[in-house]
């Protein structure tokens, strides 16, 4: 009997599974009676199971969704996302790089009474990282090689370089830093320039991620902020500094600015340096949130008015040493894009030479030869911090011992380590410029400075106390205030930036001299700046022919008074008002610029139309006959700047990069001539730069 809940064709249905399971037990009898089929009624249960399972996760995410942006909009939580996760990026390179520095540290000290073993181990170790990274570098992506400053302000200076924002660059520059910092105070290179690039890397990521959420206009803008901010951010989630970061992504990385920008930027930029200071709370490195570099400055009395004009003559000095400094830097770079044989070897053997410089400079740095000198078994970071002690290294009653001190006092007399440590690191630090592997320069500047400072402020206390006064006077005298104020003037004049002074004082929390360190980097830069001088950064896109037109005007200022008209390519694709289909495809398929000009039978410019809407009119004229002309289809829209052929190509890269329009058309009483886009000024400025 049916039961009344069957529905009229179960009956029917089960005859015919019935007879499908006879068929099936008749025609299985050699088949092994593990293998149980699957009944068609449980794959449908699976499959709807599926389904709403999958329905419910895309309603939940929608609330979600909506839940969220009614708090604040989608780019937040974007950049929130941004600092930590570059946070967390750089701890692991810290916290690897320790690591392997610690068990080289372990391997020497072990070798202790064998001093040819110790030479070996000293000087393999770090040879063998520098070739590693560079030939990982070079084998993997070679655009890994190199600080990633100067690639990074090019792109945000509007020229797109897709293949420096790879996953697989991002891989091996995290990788070949590693190594590199790992060689320790040997090859003397740091982190910055590389995590920037990296941050800029993970920026674009979830810039692609923003976009596609966000809907609407929203797109473009949350996607020119998003790179911005990661520049700001990666050197924040470096030292944990946020504002410093925020203005060296203003004054290094950025040619123009945008005011929208600053929130966004100091936001992210917060959320990097609490995380990064939070990970070294709790990876046991302090016990709460404090100052990278800890300092015991006085502060009754850090420092007497009449040495304001000690740390003015600072300034001038540190601009002077990096004047010498970026001359001699221009000019290895000029020899290594020049010479043959360098040429060859960095072409083929880029790990060799890697390899013999780095156990060069091993050589050198050994502790029982020359290295002695140059306190070379301190780290960097210990190398800053005993820089910036308060004590003075010359007073009969100074205590050394501590064991940063005491690398600088083995030679004998502390000064003369720092005047050696002085002169090795120029001549050390240019050379290690030419590694063709990942690797910063800004944390170099840093510390040479601050030994720089540090020799003054030694000199300083030493003629006070010979010169027969008080001894309470030559006690009050802090050379680490010296060292502080030389390292942000020595690497604000490197890199033509104040920022660093203000980076200074988020390092140590020193609030008490500010005004000397602040006037110390301003006429450091002073003296740097004379003479229209390419930066440090600027010297390396320079040598790399990168399209970055301001770095380009530092060297050659003639070329931003060359005329548009002078450098337009081929004529651009242009429609006539009453165009046909056959010229609308021809167009679309000769010319990839979103906006299409649109002249009369004059070439008087009208106008443009979109690349989309023009796609949309074929659309129809495939589907239906169109007997329309194109004016008659969609609108022609009016162009809101029009250039003059003599308008100069610095005008043209200021208006394309102020107000975010992607086409120029150029044009001579109402003709057209030609248009700009941000492609055809990548090819403007590479042709500039050949001229250089």
Not at 465 to 476: D, F, H, I, P, Y
């Amino acid at each position: 009997m049916r039961r009344l809940d069957e529905a009229p064709g179960s009956q029917t249905v089960r005859q015919n599974s019935d007879l499908d399971e006879e068929n099936q037990s008749e025609t299985s009898h050699n088949t092994s009676p593990l293998i149980v089929p699957m009944k068609p009624c449980q794959q449908t249960r699976a499959n709807v199971k599926e389904v709403s399972l999958s329905v419910l996760s895309v309603v939940w995410l929608l609330k979600l969704r909506s839940g969220m942006e009614a708090v604040g909009g989608m780019e937040w939580y974007g950049y929130a996302a941004l600092g930590m996760l570059t946070a967390i990026l750089s701890f692991l390179i810290d916290l690897n790089v320790t690591k392997l520095q610690r068990a080289h540290q372990w391997l020497y000290m072990k070798l202790e009474g064998n001093s040819l073993l110790q030479f070996f181990c000293w000087t393999l170790y770090p040879t063998c990282l520098c070739a590693l990274a560079a030939s990982f570098s070079h084998n993997i992506c070679p655009f890994s090689t190199g600080s990633g400053i100067p690639e990074v302000r090019t792109m945000l200076a509007g020229i797109e370089m897709p293949l420096y924002l790879s996953l697989t660059n991002m891989f091996t520059k995290f990788l070949g830093v590693i190594c590199t910092l790992a060689a320790g105070s040997t090859v003397f290179l740091g982190k910055v320039g590389p995590f920037v690039h990296l941050s800029t890397m993970i920026g674009a990521y979830l810039r692609n991620l923003c976009c596609l959420v966000n809907d609407g206009d929203d797109k473009d803008r949350v996607g020119g902020e998003m790179q911005v901010v990661a520049a700001a951010v990666g050197v924040a989630s470096c030292f944990g500094a946020p504002i410093s970061g925020v203005l060296f992504s203003v004054e290094v990385m950025c040619s123009h600015f945008a005011l929208r920008h600053y929130c966004p930027c100091f936001f992210s930029a917060a959320c990097g340096a609490l995380m990064f200071r939070l990970f070294s709370v709790l990876s046991g490195n302090g016990e709460t949130l404090q100052a990278l570099f800890t300092t015991n400055f006085p502060t009754t009395l850090p420092f007497r008015p009449l040495e304001i004009l000690l740390f003015a003559l600072l300034g001038l000095l540190s601009g002077a040493v990096s004047c010498v400094f970026l001359f001699c830097h221009r000019w290895i770079l000029c020899f290594t894009k020049t010479n043959s044989v360098f040429i060859k070897m960095m072409t083929a053997e880029k790990g060799l030479y890697s390899g013999m410089v780095a156990f060069i400079l091993a050589c050198l740095t050994f502790p029982e030869s020359a290295g002695q000198y140059m306190a070379s078994k301190l780290t960097m970071k210990q190398l800053l911090t005993s820089l910036l002690d308060s004590s003075q290294w010359t007073a009969p009653s100074h205590n050394a011992s501590v064991q940063p001190l005491i690398e600088w006092s083995s030679s004998g007399s502390p000064v003369l380590s720092l005047v050696v440590f002085l002169l090795m690191k120029m001549w050390m630090f240019i050379l290690v410029c030419t590694l063709p592997l990942p690797a910063g320069y800004f944390m170099q500047m840093f510390v040479y400075g601050a030994a720089l400072g540090r020799l003054l402020g030694e000199g300083v206390a030493y003629v006070s106390s010979a010169g027969g006064t008080s001894g309470r006077q030559w006690l009050s005298v802090n050379p680490g205030g010296y060292a502080l104020a030389g390292a942000a003037a020595f690497s604000g004049s490197m890199t033509h930036s104040v920022s660093p002074a203000l980076l200074a004082i988020e390092l140590t929390g020193q609030f008490s001299h500010v005004v000397p360190i602040l006037l110390a980097t301003l006429l450091a830069n002073a003296v740097a700046r004379s003479g229209h001088r390419p930066s440090f950064y600027d010297a390396l896109s320079i040598s790399k022919r990168l399209p970055h037109l301001p770095s380009l005007l530092k060297a050659c200022p003639s070329l931003g008074s060359k005329s548009v008209g002078q450098l337009l390519g081929v004529k651009s694709v242009q429609l006539q008002e009453a165009a046909g289909p056959e010229e609308v495809r021809h167009a679309v398929n000769t010319c990839i610029s979103t906006q299409i000009p649109v002249v009369d039978s004059h070439e008087i410019l009208l106008g443009f139309v979109h690349r989309s809407d023009l796609l949309m009119f074929l659309r129809c004229s495939k589907t239906e006959a169109l007997e329309e002309y194109m004016h008659e289809v969609f609108p022609i829209y009016p162009n809101s700047v029009l250039l003059s052929p003599h308008t100069t190509i610095l005008e043209v890269h200021s208006i394309l990069s102020v107000t975010g329009i992607q086409t120029l058309f150029v044009t001579d009483r109402g003709r057209l001539l030609g248009l700009i886009t941000w492609s055809e000024m990548k090819r403007i400025i590479e042709d500039l730069a050949k001229e250089i």
